[in-house]
């Protein structure tokens, strides 16, 4: 079966990643369409192929990575519209453990990484008593806070400042167009 929102969310996702990257001080290290080499390489070592360059990955394969190893470990499609989108955005950026981590600071849910039934009853219950959007707002102050924090660790990070603001922004406009 085909999954419509997961190609939704993840076009919104590839306008942020772009093509092809190997900029200093990016820690991804070289990416194509936000895919990193490393991940590439796991992705292709798990299904017994031939290691190559990122710069070479094909469109199924990013769809296929994003999808096992960014979209399902959060359970987007499990979530609210435009919460799955808002998951998906930063388990791509910070990892689904992170990402879900989040989600269950905002729900007073166990910070366990891992979303399952818990978690999703724990969301259940704090929409019952908050607005989608306060809950998204509240997700996205999070995430914005460790933003700030990456560059307090590392000032070198400031660089990306500017490129983390815009794609926070054009996330909370799908968020206000959506909720």
């Avoid at 891992?114 to 959007?133: A, D, F, M, W």
Wanted: glycine share 8%; net charge positive.
């Amino acid at each position: 079966m085909i999954d419509t929102r997961y190609y939704e969310c993840l076009d919104f996702v590839l306008r942020s990643e772009g093509r092809f990257s190997n900029r200093a001080g990016d820690r991804g290290g070289i990416t194509n369409y936000g895919i990193t080499q490393r991940t590439y390489n796991t992705w292709l070592e798990m299904r017994g192929k031939s290691l190559r360059g990122v710069m070479l990955i094909a469109m199924s394969e990013v769809r296929a990575i994003y999808q096992e190893y960014f979209w399902e470990p959060v359970k987007a499609r499990l979530l609210w519209q435009p919460l799955d989108l808002v998951l998906f955005d930063a388990s791509v950026q910070h990892g689904p453990g992170r990402a879900a981590r989040w989600l269950q600071q905002v729900v007073g849910s166990e910070q366990d990484g891992q979303i399952g039934p818990r978690t999703l009853t724990s969301l259940l219950n704090y929409t019952t008593e908050n607005t989608k959007r306060d809950t998204i707002r509240h997700y996205m102050d999070i995430r914005s806070a460790f933003y700030a924090q990456i560059i307090d660790n590392d000032p070198s990070q400031e660089q990306f400042k500017k490129g983390w603001k815009n794609r926070m922004d054009r996330l909370m406009d799908v968020v206000k167009a959506s909720v």
